[in-house]
T-cell receptor, first 115, second 113 residues
Framework: NAGVTQTPKFQVLKTGQSMTLQCAQDMNHNSMYWYRQDPGMGLRLIYYSASEGTTDKGEVPNGYNVSRLNKREFSLRLESAAPSQTSVYFC??????????????FGQGTRLTVV | SQQGEEDPQALSIQEGENATMNCSYKTSINNLQWYRQNSGRGLVHLILIRSNEREKHSGRLRVTLDTSKKSSSLLITASRAADTASYFCATVSNSGSARQLTFGSGTQLTVLP
């Protein structure tokens, strides 16, 4: 199994450009998450999705939108990138059906630089 | 602000010594989890402790949970150079229908050979 797959791994954007970070999981998990991690800091939750068709804001949602396209995929969109969004972005999934409180599995991250 | 806060922020020990990291959190939780992150990589789950448990072991890892103090500790015994990494606690909230997974700021552990 691939687990959680994020694309792309690296991206450089100019201020004002838009892009979508893709995330897919093959573990039949209900919950999916997007985090950002800045140097020397922990992970801050941007958005999460408890199930297909639902999304909720996390700690730092401003400047981002998400789509839970289906059970497998959860994308993160930056409509107008700003230098403050330079960060490493992680996608995660958790909770197989019937087991709502389990550990999360992480992708390898997307390193985004906005110039 | 983040739910969990780890202490210390950085810890440097000799190989063979034990390493203890602490985590405090603010709200009612369903469970608390510890993760490890090697430099430049994603996070890897280490251990999960539920709110009705007080202690849990997994190999060289020992986790305790004190819900009255809203705190947890992670003990790594007989540390190895390969244990060098950042360690994060994460909490799953007990409120609402969605299980929000919230991370602390982490402890950077360096194990010197």
């Amino acid at each position: 199994n691939a687990g959680v797959t994020q694309t792309p791994k690296f991206q450089v954007l100019k201020t004002g450009q838009s892009m979508t970070l893709q995330c897919a999981q093959d573990m039949n998990h209900n919950s999916m998450y997007w985090y950002r991690q800045d140097p020397g800091m922990g992970l801050r939750l941007i958005y999460y999705s408890a199930s297909e068709g639902t999304t909720d804001k996390g700690e730092v949602p401003n400047g981002y939108n998400v789509s839970r396209l289906n059970k497998r995929e959860f994308s993160l969109r930056l409509e107008s990138a700003a230098p403050s969004q330079t960060s490493v972005y992680f996608c995660a999934s958790a909770a197989p059906p019937g087991l709502p409180n389990t550990e999360a599995f992480f992708g390898q991250g997307t390193r985004l630089t906005v110039v | 602000s983040q739910q969990g806060e780890e202490d210390p922020q950085a810890l440097s020990i000799q190989e063979g010594e034990n390493a203890t990291m602490n985590c405090s959190y603010k709200t009612s939780i369903n469970n608390l989890q510890w993760y490890r992150q090697n430099s430049g990589r994603g996070l890897v789950h280490l251990i999960l402790i539920r709110s009705n448990e007080r202690e849990k072991h997994s190999g060289r890892l020992r986790v305790t949970l004190d819900t009255s103090k809203k705190s947890s500790s992670l003990l790594i015994t007989a540390s190895r150079a390969a244990d060098t990494a950042s360690y994060f606690c994460a909490t799953v909230s007990n409120s609402g229908s969605a299980r929000q997974l919230t991370f602390g700021s982490g402890t950077q552990l360096t194990v010197l050979p």
